[in-house]
């Protein structure tokens, strides 16, 4: 293969060490060199420095967790970056050393076979881990919601039959009452929300359990901790209008689609940024989302049509605003769900719909529009008479015969 990169070099980045191999090609000859160097920022500047030295102009990276990044951020302004999938660039087994590593990315570089992961600029960057941050936290409350549950279902007390959130209004009145001790029913019921759909007799049934000490403890313990959670998600929330700034226009645009909301428009364009011109097309978007089959075809037959593996944080916000959008009355996608959803099941119809907003997304970050629906009859046939041959073609092959005669 030609080379086309005549001074490059290759980084094997562990946690406290980095094994760079700098790749030198003078008059057809490749000289290499191989050196560790610290992980702490002194030791990338004297990276950088070697790598200056030697007049390399492309270095190439495994994605290794996080150990990649502090990397990226030190030497990003003095030399054309690769970041490689470690998967793409894995060498023959059996040879597996630091150095061997680094020689392999080097050789990879040279003739550049290698397939660059994309990273986005640093602002983006930054809102990405707010909003991935945001939503870590939001989990861990909702685990402890979850053991919340779990210790009343111990109790027998059977708050989440007639309350739909145990934690909100009705519920931390209740819960509370009974970490202060009160075990009577009556009055555990008095402490509902007028608006609760449970009758009185009802919440009294609920309410009368066998709650102990322990249970009181554990109560109080999940109470703290989601009040803790609620507190750190309202600053994150604070952090994130502030990063937001440059962002703003397009969290517009992509609020515009039906089941997309503010929140949701965010951690999109966290994911994918705002310059489109980096995705040749929307297909390729979708493909590096995932949010498409795999290739896997074989003697002419398709093996499998599941999922290429993508960005899990883009893929399950687009999955929320397409159940979200399957629901919002007469719109092209929810026209899209119900077409697909009878002859190919629900999760490969949300799916596609989940596609069909990121392709839509696609278009409109790189044109700066607002969203246009289609409405819901765009996948219907335009003609009547198309239509009613069709059925009347489905009819005779069930062997019935059917002569139609127009309405007066």
């Known amino acids: 293969m030609d080379v086309l990169y005549q001074r490059c070099a290759g980084l094997d980045v562990h946690k406290d060490t980095v094994v760079a191999c700098a790749r030198i090609m003078t008059r057809g000859e490749v000289a290499r060199t191989v050196r560790s160097f610290a992980t702490t920022t002194s030791g990338l500047l004297v990276l950088a420095d070697w790598l200056s030295e030697h007049g390399c102009t492309h270095v190439a990276m495994e994605a290794t967790g996080v150990y990649w990044k502090p990397v990226w951020h030190v030497l990003e302004e003095s030399f054309a970056l690769i970041l490689a999938n470690a ?4 060498n023959v087994p059996g040879r597996k050393t630091d150095v061997n590593d680094a020689t392999w990315l080097g050789e990879l570089l040279a003739h550049g076979p290698i397939r660059a992961s994309f990273v986005p600029e640093r602002p983006t960057q930054e809102l990405r881990a707010l909003l991935r941050t945001r939503k870590q936290l939001v989990r861990e409350q909702v685990s402890h919601v979850q053991r919340v549950h779990k210790t009343l279902e111990d109790a027998n007390i059977k708050l989440a039959s007639v309350l739909s959130d145990i934690v909100g209004m009705s519920g931390r009145a209740m819960l509370r009452a009974l970490i202060a001790g009160e075990t009577d029913p009556v009055v555990l019921a008095g402490l509902a929300h007028r608006r ?8 009294v049934e609920a309410l009368r359990g066998d709650v102990r000490p322990h249970h009181r403890f554990l109560l109080a313990l999940h109470l703290r901790q989601i009040d803790g959670l609620d507190e750190a998600i309202m600053a994150v929330d604070r952090q994130i209008d502030e990063q937001l700034a440059p962002f703003r226009r397009a969290v517009e645009l992509l609020t515009s689609i039906p089941g997309v909301s503010a929140l949701s428009a965010c951690s999109i364009v966290a994911e994918i940024g705002t310059d489109m011109a980096r995705f040749a097309d929307a297909g390729h978007l979708v493909s590096w989302a995932g949010m498409c089959p795999r290739n896997d075809e074989s003697a002419g037959k398709r093996r499998s049509t599941r999922l290429r593996r993508g960005n ?5 916000v ?9 629901r919002a009355k007469l719109t ?5 769900f119900h077409r697909l959803r009878a002859r190919r099941g629900a999760k490969k119809a949300i799916c596609a719909v989940a596609a069909s907003i990121l392709t839509a997304v696609y278009h409109m970050l790189r044109d700066g529009t607002l969203y246009r629906d289609l409405g819901p009859n765009h996948l219907r046939p335009a003609s009547p008479d198309h ?6 073609r489905t009819l005779n092959n069930l062997g019935f015969h059917v002569e139609l005669t127009a309405a007066a």
């Open 318 to 326: 687009l999955v929320q605003c397409a159940w979200a959008a399957s």
């Open 196 to 203: 609760v759909k449970a009758g009185r007799q009802e919440l």
């Open 312 to 316: 899990p944080w883009l893929k399950t």
């Open 87 to 90: 998967a793409h660039v894995k």
């Open 387 to 392: 239509l009613a041959r069709k059925l009347v």
């Open 332 to 336: 092209y996608l929810q026209a899209q």
